[in-house]
Structure formats: structure tokens, C-alpha cells
């Protein structure tokens, strides 16, 4: 019975201290269980997140294209003087745009007299006009955004001060 009883000065560790050692090793293993488990899960978060986002975006580029198609049909209105016609082509634009707002393509809400905006409108000019210096004079091509994003800025002429000659 005395061997299973070490003495403290015998140069090994008492049962007590074995006992500490090995639960405080439990306890580390289990702390970095917990630390993996749980950056696991942000991992899987941050996954989602980012796959997410690629879906929300991987039509951009088409959605980009088909913008161009959008223009057409605006200089196509102008053009057409048949009233049936224009209504017709006018019904085909509103079915496109439609279509594209479903997936997420909207045009920017852009007027004449409104500031100047950089991250959503392009200068191209300037002309003479009744708005304020800076502010838009004339819209040249529409804008859009794609879930937020602008995809491409308004194209506008901003107003200038007029000479007064």
C-alpha cells in the first residue's frame, strides 16, 4: 500500500499532480475545440456571404450589354413618328426592362436641375442653361445600378454659367 502513495521527495509526481496535469491538458484540448468549431462556423458564414454576393453579380456583364439594347430602344422612340408603332416598341422596351429589374438592373432617377452626383453621373459637357452652375442641364444616356451597384453612371451635360454678352 505504500508504493501506490508516492512521496513528494522521491523525484515523482504525486497522483494529485498527475490528476491537475491531465485535466488541465483537457481543458486546452477542449478550449481549441471550441476556437475550431467556432471559426468553422464563421468560415461557413463568411461562404455563404461571399457565394451570395458572386450569384447576386454573375449577370452583370450581360445585364451590361443588354443596357446598350435599352438605349436603342429610346433613340428608336424618337425616331418613330407612327403612333402605333411607338406604342408597340414602347410596350417591347417596358417588357425588357421589366425583365431586367427582376433581376435586380434598375435605371437611375436622374432630371435636369438635379446636383451633380460623381458616383452615379458622368459629365460629358457643359452647356448654357437655366440651372444652377454644376447642376444637370441635359441628360445625354441613362444610368443604372445592379442591386445597389452602379454598372453605369448617367451620361450628362452640366449647366455653366451663361456669358452675358
Do not use: C
Request: hydrophobic share 35%.
Amino acid at each position: 500500500m505504500d508504493n501506490d502513495i508516492k512521496k513528494e521527495g522521491d523525484g515523482q509526481e504525486r497522483p494529485e499532480t498527475e490528476l491537475e496535469k491531465v485535466q488541465k491538458e483537457r481543458d486546452e484540448y477542449l478550449d481549441g475545440w471550441k476556437r475550431a468549431k467556432a471559426d468553422f462556423i464563421n468560415y461557413k458564414k463568411d461562404e455563404a456571404a461571399r457565394l451570395e454576393q458572386f450569384v447576386k453579380f454573375s449577370n452583370e456583364s450581360l445585364l451590361s450589354e443588354l443596357v446598350m439594347v435599352l438605349d436603342s430602344f429610346d433613340l428608336s422612340l424618337t425616331a418613330i413618328k407612327d403612333e402605333a408603332t411607338q406604342k408597340g416598341v414602347l410596350l417591347i422596351k417596358s417588357q425588357l426592362e421589366d425583365l431586367l429589374k427582376k433581376y435586380g438592373l434598375e435605371r437611375i432617377k436622374v432630371k435636369e436641375g438635379d446636383a451633380f452626383d460623381p458616383g452615379r453621373d458622368e459629365a460629358v459637357g457643359e452647356v448654357e442653361a437655366q440651372a444652377p452652375p454644376g447642376h444637370i442641364a441635359e441628360v445625354i444616356a441613362a444610368g443604372y445600378t445592379l442591386h445597389g451597384k452602379v454598372i453605369r453612371a448617367t451620361r450628362v451635360k452640366l449647366s455653366r454659367i451663361q456669358n452675358k454678352e
